[in-house]
């Protein structure tokens, strides 16, 4: 129930409304699927230097898609 509470209020944050009609199971599934994997490429920053940044592998020619959860401070 703990993880249903805390993506529940990442997602609101970002404008978001979860209901009771959310499925745990299929989140808990998708979480599952979108984690850290290790590569064998180099890492490259991209963005501005007052921005944060975003690290990524120095393979963009065959990058289809990028997804950021972003910060929070």
Do not use: W
């Not at 209020?9 to 290790?38: I, R, S």
């Not at 890492?43 to 020619?61: F, K, M, S, T």
């Amino acid at each position: 129930m703990e993880l249903k509470i805390n993506l529940e209020k990442v997602l609101f944050d970002h404008g978001f409304m979860p209901t009771p009609l959310t499925n745990e199971k299929k989140l808990k599934d998708f979480f599952n699927l979108v984690k850290p994997t290790p590569i064998d490429v180099e890492l490259i920053r991209l963005g501005g230097q007052g921005d944060g940044g975003y690290l990524v592998p120095n393979d963009l020619e065959n990058i289809e898609a990028c997804f950021s959860p972003g910060v929070r401070q």
